[in-house]
C-alpha cells in the first residue's frame, strides 16, 4: 500500500504523548516527516527518537503566539514546507468544586493554551500554507459540544475552538487551504492517572470508574483508543478529504448522541444491595461524576 503522506510535512503539537503522540506515530508511518511539539522534553525526545529520521522534536509553549510562529519558520527552513499542522495541545485545567471556586489564573491558563494556542497555530500554518494549500486540524472535544456541570472552563474553550475553526475555514477555503476539527470522547491514556494526582485519588480506582461511566454513556461497547483520533486525523490530512473543510468530526463512539440501549429484558439494578452508609469509593464516584465526559486527549493530559 502507498504511504499517504509521503512528501508531506506536518506539525502536531502536544505530540509527546496521548493522542497527540498516537497522531504523530500514524502520520509517519505513513511517511510524513513530523515535528512533534511539546512542552514535555523528555517525552518528545524519546518519542522522536523513536521513529527515526523522519521525526524531529522542538520545545513549544503553544500560549506564545511568537514561539508558535518561530517553530512554522523553523519547520519550513528544515523541510522545504508545510502541508499539515495538527493543534492538539491542550490543558484541562485545575478541576475545582464549583466554577464559583475556580481561580482567574487558571482561566487565563486554559484558555491561553486552548483557545490562543489553536488560533496562534492556525495562524502561523496559514501564513506558510498561504501559497501551497494544506490541511489544518484542530482538536476540540465531545466537552465543546455538549453542556455539562464541570469544567466550564475548559468547555467554554473547546466549543470556541469549533466555531474559530469553521469560521476561519472560509476565509482560507480561498487559499486552498482546508481547517478541520476532531471532537474526540472520553479516550483513557496512559496519562489518565495524573487527573487521580489532581484530585488526590487513587489512580487505580480512579481510572476504574471513569472507565465504567464512559461505558455507561458510549454506544458502542469498546473504548476508543488513540488510534481511532489518529486515522480521523490522517483522513483529513490526506486527499481523501480534499472537498471537505470547515467540518466538525466527532470520534466518541456515539456518547454525544444519546447513551446506549438497554439489552433486551434487561432489569434496572437493584438498590437493596447497597450499602447505608457511603464509602470511600461512594464519595471519589461523586467528585469523578461530574468530569468523566472530559476525560479525553486535554482533560487527562497537560501538555502544551
Not at 518528545?44 to 510562529?69: K, N, Q, Y
Not at 434487561?266 to 461523586?286: K, R
Amino acid at each position: 500500500m502507498v504511504n499517504e503522506l509521503s512528501g508531506k510535512v506536518a506539525i502536531v503539537t502536544g505530540g509527546a504523548s496521548g493522542l497527540g503522540q498516537g497522531i504523530a506515530e500514524k502520520f509517519v508511518a505513513e511517511g510524513a516527516r513530523v515535528a512533534i511539539a511539546d512542552i514535555d522534553d523528555e517525552g518528545g525526545a524519546a518519542l522522536a527518537a523513536a521513529l527515526g529520521d523522519r521525526a524531529s522534536f522542538h520545545h513549544l509553549d503553544v500560549s506564545d503566539p511568537d514561539a508558535v510562529g518561530a517553530l512554522t519558520d523553523s519547520v519550513v527552513e528544515q523541510f522545504g514546507g508545510l502541508d499539515v499542522m495538527v493543534n492538539n495541545a491542550g490543558v484541562s485545567g485545575t478541576m475545582h468544586p464549583s466554577y464559583v471556586s475556580d481561580d482567574l489564573a487558571d482561566f487565563h491558563t486554559v484558555l491561553g493554551v486552548n483557545l490562543l494556542g489553536v488560533m496562534a497555530g492556525t495562524k502561523h500554518a496559514a501564513r506558510q500554507m498561504a501559497s501551497t494549500g494544506g490541511s489544518i486540524i484542530n482538536i476540540s472535544s465531545i466537552g465543546g459540544i455538549q453542556a455539562g456541570g464541570s469544567v466550564m472552563t475548559y468547555r467554554a474553550s473547546k466549543a470556541a475552538v469549533i466555531h474559530f475553526s469553521k469560521s476561519v475555514a472560509i476565509e482560507l477555503a480561498q487559499q486552498d487551504i482546508r481547517v478541520n476539527v476532531i471532537a474526540p470522547g472520553s479516550i483513557p491514556t496512559p496519562l489518565l492517572a495524573s487527573s487521580a494526582v489532581k484530585m488526590g485519588a487513587d489512580a487505580e480506582t480512579f481510572t476504574a470508574i471513569i472507565r465504567s461511566m464512559m461505558a455507561a454513556n458510549r454506544p458502542l461497547a469498546r473504548e476508543g483508543t488513540a488510534e481511532d483520533v489518529a486515522e480521523a486525523a490522517l483522513f483529513f490530512a490526506t486527499d481523501r478529504s480534499r472537498y471537505v473543510t470547515a467540518t466538525l468530526l466527532p470520534v466518541d463512539g456515539g456518547t454525544i448522541a444519546g447513551p446506549p440501549r438497554p439489552p433486551a429484558g434487561g432489569a434496572a439494578p437493584s438498590s437493596e444491595s447497597a450499602p447505608d452508609q457511603p464509602t470511600a469509593e461512594d464519595d471519589l464516584v461523586d467528585t469523578v461524576a461530574t468530569t468523566a465526559d472530559d476525560v479525553d486527549s486535554q482533560a487527562s493530559i497537560t501538555h502544551a
